[in-house]
C-alpha cells in the first residue's frame, strides 16, 4: 500500500489545509482546545463553519474562543478522571463528526497517579481519550463518517507499550519514557479504532505535529531544555529552523479532522502532513512512525487491558 500524500508541506497552516472547505452543519470536539496547538486546531474548523466543542478543565480558558466564533462552545473534562469523561459523554446530545484527541501532558518530574491509579500521563494522553471515544461511539456512529485524531508526538519512536510493568510500578519512573510510552498507546488506539469500528463508519488516525513552542514543555526542568537546545543560558526559548508556529503545528491534525482529501483513511500516522513510513524505533529514529506502534496484536492487547476499567468508569459502553 503506497503512502498517502497531499499538496501541503510542514509550513502549511490549519487555516491552509481547510481553505475552500465548508464544514457547516459539522460538529467537532477538540481536547485541550483552549491553548496551544489546541486553539489554533479550533479556529481552523470554527472558521470553516463547523461547531466546535471545546473540552477542557476549565471552560473559562476557552472564553476567548467562544467570544470570537458564535459556533464554538466550551464543557468540563479532565481526562485524567473517569468520572468527568462520563460526564461530558452523558452531557453530550446529538451526533459527532470529528474528535480531536489534542490534550495532553508532558514530562512530568514525579511519578504521579490518576483517581483509578494509572500513571498521570498515560491516564491523560491515552486512558481519558479512550474513555471519551467509547463513550460517544453512538455519536460517532449517528453522524455516518465520523473520524478520530490521535495527536501523538514524534517522541513516541523512544519507547513501545511496555505491557509487563505499564504504571512503573516494578521499573523506576523515568518521565520521557512514560510519555513516550503514553504517545505510542495514542497510536495504538487510533490503530484499534480502525480495526474495530470500521463497520460503524467510524475512522482513526494518529499525527505528530512536530517542535512547538507551547505550555506542553511547561514541566521540563530548566537545565533539561538548555540541553536539548530549546532555551539558552538566560532562559529564553530558541526556536531552531525546524520548529513550526502552532497554526502549522495544528495542520496535520485539522487534515485527518476534516479534510476531503481523508475521506475513508484509517489506521494511519501523519506528520507534517504526509503519511508517514513505518520504521524501527529506537535510538536513531527521528521521523516515521515506530513499528510497534502499528502492530495489530499490540493495539489489540492495549484495548483488552484498558477496556474493563472504562467499562466499569462509564458503566456499561457497550461492546468492544
Not at 30 to 47: I, P, W, Y
Not at 157 to 184: C, E, H, I, W
Request: with cysteine; aromatic share 8%; net charge negative.
Amino acid at each position: 500500500m503506497s503512502l498517502l500524500s497531499t499538496p501541503f508541506d510542514l509550513r502549511a497552516t490549519a487555516a491552509d489545509v481547510l481553505a475552500g472547505v465548508d464544514l457547516t452543519g459539522q460538529r467537532l470536539i477538540v481536547t485541550g482546545g483552549a491553548s496551544g496547538l489546541g486553539t489554533e486546531t479550533v479556529r481552523a474548523l470554527a472558521g470553516a463553519g463547523a461547531r466546535v466543542t471545546v473540552a477542557t478543565r476549565d471552560p473559562g480558558h476557552a472564553k476567548a474562543l467562544t467570544e470570537e466564533f458564535a459556533g464554538v462552545d466550551a464543557a468540563a473534562l479532565d481526562l485524567a478522571d473517569l468520572a468527568s469523561v462520563r460526564t461530558f459523554c452523558d452531557g453530550w446530545e446529538g451526533p459527532v463528526d470529528a474528535i480531536v484527541a489534542n490534550a495532553g501532558v508532558m514530562a512530568l518530574p514525579t511519578h504521579q497517579k490518576n483517581p483509578q491509579g494509572w500513571e498521570l500521563q498515560l491516564a491523560t494522553n491515552y486512558l481519558g481519550h479512550f474513555a471519551l471515544v467509547t463513550g460517544l461511539r453512538p455519536a460517532l456512529q449517528a453522524a455516518g463518517r465520523a473520524r478520530v485524531v490521535m495527536v501523538s508526538s514524534g517522541a513516541h519512536l523512544m519507547g513501545g507499550f511496555d505491557f509487563d510493568d505499564p504504571q512503573f510500578v516494578r521499573r523506576p519512573y523515568d518521565p520521557f519514557a512514560a510519555y513516550a510510552q503514553s504517545k505510542t498507546a495514542d497510536v495504538l488506539l487510533a490503530v484499534g479504532i480502525s480495526r474495530r469500528w470500521a463497520d460503524d463508519g467510524i475512522r482513526a488516525n494518529a499525527c505528530a505535529p512536530g517542535f512547538i513552542h507551547t505550555n506542553l514543555s511547561r514541566h521540563i526542568p530548566v537545565e533539561t531544555m538548555q540541553a536539548m537546545g530549546a532555551m539558552d543560558a538566560d532562559g529564553n526559548l530558541i526556536t531552531h529552523d525546524y520548529f513550526k508556529t502552532p497554526g502549522q503545528g495544528a495542520a496535520t491534525s485539522v487534515l485527518l479532522a476534516a479534510s476531503p482529501l481523508l475521506e475513508g483513511v484509517t489506521g494511519r500516522y501523519f506528520e507534517d502532513n504526509q503519511e508517514s513510513a513505518v520504521v524501527p524505533g529506537g535510538a536513531g529514529a527521528t521521523t516515521g512512525v515506530a513499528d510497534w506502534a502499528v502492530d495489530p496484536a499490540a493495539a489489540d492487547r492495549l484495548w483488552d487491558y484498558a477496556f474493563p476499567l472504562v467499562n466499569e468508569a462509564l458503566q456499561g459502553v457497550g461492546s468492544r
